[in-house]
């Protein structure tokens, strides 16, 4: 069985442009963010959806409906939101400068900010290292986030309206889309810098292996 996944990263939110972490936390989307997703969803409006599906966060679920309603199709799938596709939960991180975030979480390594610390111990290390360095233990680690996403995951394949050549739409998150990359990406992506808000990246599955075609708008060669 092959699907594609249409993933896109939500149009851009106050926080975003405040240069804030914005896990679970929520906050609205900005007049570039609603212009981000009406630009996604003219990129996207050939696309016959089999499916769609969202985070619950109230900036997934608005651009969503808002590339949902650019489609040419009359008929457009019900929009399912789910909280396994949340971005990772940063604890008492939530709403913290997002250097200042890294900072704590690098320093006790000698490490500075988060390229420093995927450079040095991998993506999957800058969930352990905030989780260390949160004085509530609270934000999730790299064994908690993929056991919720994964389980996202396992959701949608069970969805009987999916089948072969299913063509799925998935509003995601900054950093969760970092984190599919790097498992999936074959060490063909960057892993230093979030995909644009709005951006296209396509994920396919095939007899139980994912992998990126396009990620952040460009081909993955």
């Keep these: 069985m092959k699907i594609t996944f249409y993933l896109i990263r939500h149009g851009q939110t106050y926080f975003n442009r405040y240069n804030k972490?914005?896990?679970w936390s929520n906050s609205p989307l900005t007049e570039n963010g609603i212009?981000?997703?009406?630009?996604?969803?003219?990129?996207?409006?050939?696309?016959?959806?089999?499916?769609?599906y969202s985070s619950d966060t109230t900036r997934a679920i608005q651009t969503a409906d808002l590339i949902l309603a650019e489609n040419s199709f009359d008929k457009q799938p019900e929009l399912l939101s789910l909280p396994n596709f949340r971005e990772e939960f940063y604890g008492s991180y939530e709403g913290t400068n997002m250097d200042a975030?890294?900072?704590?979480?690098?320093?006790?390594?000698g490490l500075k900010t988060y390229a420093e610390i995927v450079d040095d111990f991998g993506l999957p290390s800058t969930k352990d290292f905030l989780k260390a360095a949160d004085p509530?233990?609270?934000a999730e680690n790299n064994d908690e986030y993929w056991a919720r996403l994964d389980e996202g995951f396992e959701k949608i394949l069970a969805n009987p309206k999916i089948g072969d050549q299913s063509q799925v739409l998935l509003i995601?998150?900054?950093n969760t889309l970092l984190s599919l990359a790097d498992r999936y990406g074959q060490d063909k992506i960057g892993l230093h810098t979030r995909p644009s808000n709005g951006s296209v990246?396509?994920?396919q599955y095939e007899n139980g292996h994912y992998r990126f075609l396009t990620f952040n708008d460009q081909a993955v060669d």
């Design 21 to 23: 972490l914005q896990g």
């Design 136 to 138: 509530w233990h609270d």
């Design 35 to 52: 212009s981000d997703a009406k630009k996604a969803g003219r990129k996207l409006r050939e696309i016959s959806f089999d499916a769609a």
């Design 201 to 203: 990246s396509k994920l």
């Design 172 to 174: 995601s998150h900054g």
């Design 101 to 109: 975030a890294w900072l704590a979480a690098g320093a006790p390594y």
